[in-house]
Nanobody, 125 residues
């Protein structure tokens, strides 16, 4: 069972950039598809980005497309989410999630078996 831990959140100004890190406890991490989700107060958890195992294909939510980049380093057992040109509406708790294998760009939270505790991102002037 893989354990996930997010880091890198904080308070940032609109227009700035931030890189979130999802660290995994298990090897080989390369076998896991990893997604990032976020949840703002009073709102449902929403999909942000996913990176598949194997070919490391990526897919993004429309709300972050062009501003976000997801990547992975399997040797280090980490997945990164770089967010650029941050907006106040990006304020949320960000979670990484993982599932073993799979062949799709999973955008539903139900598709993932393992979750981290989340890291808070606040975008405010």
């Amino acid at each position: 069972q893989v354990q996930l831990a997010e880091s890198g959140g904080g308070l940032v100004q609109p227009g700035s950039s931030l890189t979130l890190t999802c660290s995994a406890s298990e090897s080989p991490f390369s076998r896991y598809t990893v997604g990032w989700f976020r949840q703002a107060p009073g709102k449902e958890r929403e999909f942000v980005a996913v990176i598949t195992w194997g070919r490391s294909g990526t897919y993004y939510a429309e709300s972050v497309k062009g501003r976000a980049a997801i990547s992975r380093d399997n040797d280090q057992r980490v997945v990164y989410l770089q967010m650029n040109r941050l907006k106040p509406e990006d304020t949320a708790t960000y979670y990484c999630a993982a599932r073993h294998g799979g062949s799709e760009f999973y955008t539903s939270a139900r598709a993932y078996d393992y979750w981290g505790q989340g890291t808070q991102v606040t975008v405010s002037a």
